[in-house]
């Protein structure tokens, strides 16, 4: 039995043998004829899988498999051993474009049931895949590993391009040749997950990938916790990959009858390079997955760089006239709000205490409000709910609520601990933090959700099962995440985690943007940026510019503008001729963003390898665009030596191209008179004249 799971351009085949064996045969592009698919194997003159399992849809462990497992469980009767079989399968066609493959396994030996599920997204060739496991025993059953899914690769080579980093340091690339034996991907920070590692990572087979040429799969896990992703280079050279939640510290017991239910692992496959793999994602994004990714965002002003802890009522009413002069939508009050007892003046203190600090606002965030609205902006205001300090009065008053050991000394990061989200009563208090705000502030317009720690010392007070904690810590999560959008279903909110460290695709359902770093230094952003443009649309990226970096506000700003724009400077202390490029910077933004927010991105000349970096975004028309160059390298004579060859135009078409952006009192170096078409620009290319006199230049791009 053959069961295609099949994409506009891939294929990702199943086989389930006479034993019932459930395989996958194929993972690649689609052919024209499926009948064809079951004389894939019989082309590969491997080495022989002795197991018969090797390439299992669904790898179990403790009976013949000698490979890496996707389940691993303990039976009620404390047999280890699980063998998973096919029984039926299913497809159901959710709409035009979605359908959904599930296919039924069960062990002929135990009651375990398993269910794998392939979410299939037609045209942006995007899969998510899932499964669940169901104890039909009459005792408890422990899962001692539970992925998401289990893919196989044959190809002659293997390349991960995987990323780790820190503070200021997200998305840090590095690409290595896959060898034999177990590569892991993973986290077991719990919350604040991508700090050290993202989840996302790419995979080039037979040859290293590269925008437009080559094998490359895409994939992530949907799962704002603990994730484990296992790569095994096996003895056959295949590749086994492995995604889930990670099982450190985590059994999973489930009582008879119960149902687990992984996250889903994200994948998109692209013959045809990388840049086709992120389109796919952004427009998968931006269809399916993303809050309002289809809508449009807010420019803002943003307090913390600008004053830190030290405001009061009447600098911030200053900071809000400045958001009218500078012409953003809304003014976003970050941290340092709240707190009596022990008030927030400091990252020491006040977490947890979500009441305004009486001496900063005496008159309390409405009257914020009533000033914002006085000035035609809207307000915002930044939260870290799931977080307590030490010394605040939530502290004191529910030790019981608080992630840490009872026994073990307290251990701090940043100064704070979690609260147990795993608790319901504490899922209610981070729900009316939330909840609160608005309803004493309907006009409330913006939310920036912070979360700055990792968790030590995991423990919950009230949990039955310590082993559960980190999977129902980040459920606890989702429930408040779900009442929020239940309740506020639009308000715009920002996915921030001292800097990037939680951004993926399951918290993204509920908010409409993530802060990628704290590190805005616009050199540094134009790496971090394009890392995460693999993944991630630009809708959903915010940036701000700031004092960061040594780069000219026109530099800062043109990176900013890559995405979601704001700001965080002191606008009152800006040159006149700099104030007056960011207010025109805004109104161009304003027109450039609809293409910037849902055209098609394209990396044009990447900063790693070239002195120049330049990336476009070009409407779905093709008619008309917006094209970003910067300098990357500031060694002597550096430029645009060549021409940046553009991708995604009309071969037919003619364009115009005419520099934006420019810096009070000078002059564009590219005569917008002159007209190429799409066919000269695409094989030629275009020389945005980037030099040490010219370091950012943008470009827009129009059929004529
Ligand atoms: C970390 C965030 O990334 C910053 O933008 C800022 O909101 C601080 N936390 C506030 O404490």
Redesign the pocket.
Known sequence: MIIPVETKNTALVLQSDIKNNLGLIYFGEKLTKPAEYSAISGMYKQTEDYTGVANAAYTSSGSRNLFEPAITVRHADGNNALDLRYVRHTVEKLDNNVSLVSVFLKDPVYALDVSLFYKVYYNEDVVEQWSSIKNNEKGNVVLKKFASANLYFKGEAFWLNQYHGDWAKEMRPEESKLTHGIKTLDTKLGTRANLFQPSVFMISMDKRATEDEGTVLYGSLEWSGNFRTDLELDNQDNLRIIAGINNYASDYTLKPKEIFTTPAFLYTLSTTGKGLASRNLHNWARNYKLLDGKGDRLTLL?N??AT?FDFNENKLFELIKDTKKLGVDLFLL???WFGNKYPRNG?GAGLGDWQENKEKLPNGISSLVKEADNNGVKFGI?I?PEMVNPKSELYEKHPDWIVKQPKREEYYF?NQLELDLTNPKVQDFVFDVVDGLFTKNPNLSYI?W?C?AVIYNAYSATLKDQSHFYIEYVRGLYNVLKRIRVKYPTVPMML????GGRVDYAALQYFTEY?P??NTDPMERIFIQWEYSYFYPAIASANHVTDWGKQPIKFRTDVAMMGKLGF?IVVSELADADLRFCQDAIKIYNTLKPVIFHGDQYRLSDPKTNAVASMSYIDANKSSGVIFNYLVNNRYGENSKFPIRMRGLDPSKSYRLTELNLYPATKSSIDSSKTYTGDFLMKIGFNPDVRASRTSVVVKIEAI
């Open positions: 943003n913390w760089e830190y970050d941290d340092g990252d930044w870290e940043r920036k912070d700055n921030c985690s001292g800097g802060w770093s704290d965080d």
